[in-house]
């Protein structure tokens, strides 16, 4: 619980910086921490970039001079005590690529366990299907999103699928395999036998041997409920990359999202990877 651990909303900023460091740039973001190639973080260098993330996450392309005259180092980094956790009391602990990344991890996974008890309102540490169908259509691809909510909506008509209710286990399945698959896409379809369909049986196998990653029956009865459009019973390529694309289209209006992956928006990670190049 590395959030509440650390504070509450009105240092959201400072997550909100470290969490648009995508897990797949973890080493590359610690490289560029690490100003003088020490092969640690002391305190100065965090501060001196994340001070220039946030201004720069902040401002945004329209103002990106923010830049260059500068972030003022020490002044206002509301941090909620991750300065104190990474660097000791003293401040004189240098940070280590470990503590780092899973602290990173740690942050990443507390996203999926708020967004999971925003749906688990009664806290019965479950949700209904229908609601985890609407929150994998939240970061489906925005392209498809009135098609794919319709598919979630009549997921109610299904005399099966509308009493499943879903674990944090499952939903974190989910949020895991999304996670890693982008990259992973084409070694996936390889478990398809007819021209790289995907049945259910596939699916599965894919996730468990690709990824690591278990999903129950009942995940993939959801899934496909939700994205095999075409009702084939396979989840072609197209089909499938909807549902790992995020979203795109209201990129530039962030605070609309509301609810706590409105936090990971795409653009703050692709300004930390134009960043990093
Ligand atoms: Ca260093
Ligand atoms: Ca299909």
Same mark, same amino acid.
């Given at each position: 619980m590395v959030i509440y651990a650390f504070g509450g909303y009105g240092r959201y900023i400072f997550f909100v910086t470290l969490l648009s460091i995508p897990e797949s740039s973890f080493s590359a973001a610690f490289k560029m921490f690490d100003v003088d190639l020490s092969g640690e973080i002391d305190k100065e260098e965090f501060k001196k970039v994340m001070a220039l993330m946030r201004s720069y996450n902040r401002q945004? &392309? &329209?103002? $990106?001079h923010g830049l260059r005259t500068g972030f003022k180092v020490g002044?206002?980094?509301?941090n909620g005590g991750v300065v104190e956790y990474f660097f000791g009391n003293d401040g004189n602990e240098p940070l280590h690529f470990d503590k780092f990344t899973s602290f990173l991890k740690e942050l990443h996974e507390e996203i999926i366990r708020l967004e999971f008890s925003h749906y688990d309102v009664k806290s019965t540490n479950t949700i209904p299907a229908k609601d985890f169908a609407l929150s994998m259509v939240a970061s489906a @691809? /925005? #392209?498809h999103i009135s098609k794919l909510l319709d598919r979630a909506d009549t997921l109610e008509n299904d005399p099966y699928l509308k009493h499943l209710r879903i674990t944090f286990e499952e939903f974190k399945a989910f949020a895991d395999l999304r996670r890693r698959l982008e990259s992973l896409t084409m070694a996936i379809f390889a478990?398809?036998?007819?021209?790289g369909l995907l049945t259910k049986q596939d699916l599965k196998r894919a996730a468990q041997h690709v990824c690591g990653v278990e999903l129950t029956d009942r995940v993939v009865d959801i899934i496909f409920h939700v994205f @095999? /459009? #075409? #009702? @084939?019973g396979h989840l072609s390529s197209e089909e499938f990359l909807r549902a790992l694309q995020r979203r795109e289209a209201d990129i530039h209006q962030? &605070?609309? $999202?509301?609810?706590? /992956?409105?936090?990971?928006?795409p653009k703050n990670r692709s300004s930390l990877l134009q960043m990093l190049r």
């Open positions: 945004g &392309a &329209a103002h $990106r002044q206002s980094v509301e @691809d /925005m #392209n478990y398809g036998q007819v021209n @095999d /459009m #075409n #009702n @084939d962030p &605070a609309a $999202r509301g609810g706590p /992956m409105g936090w990971l928006n």
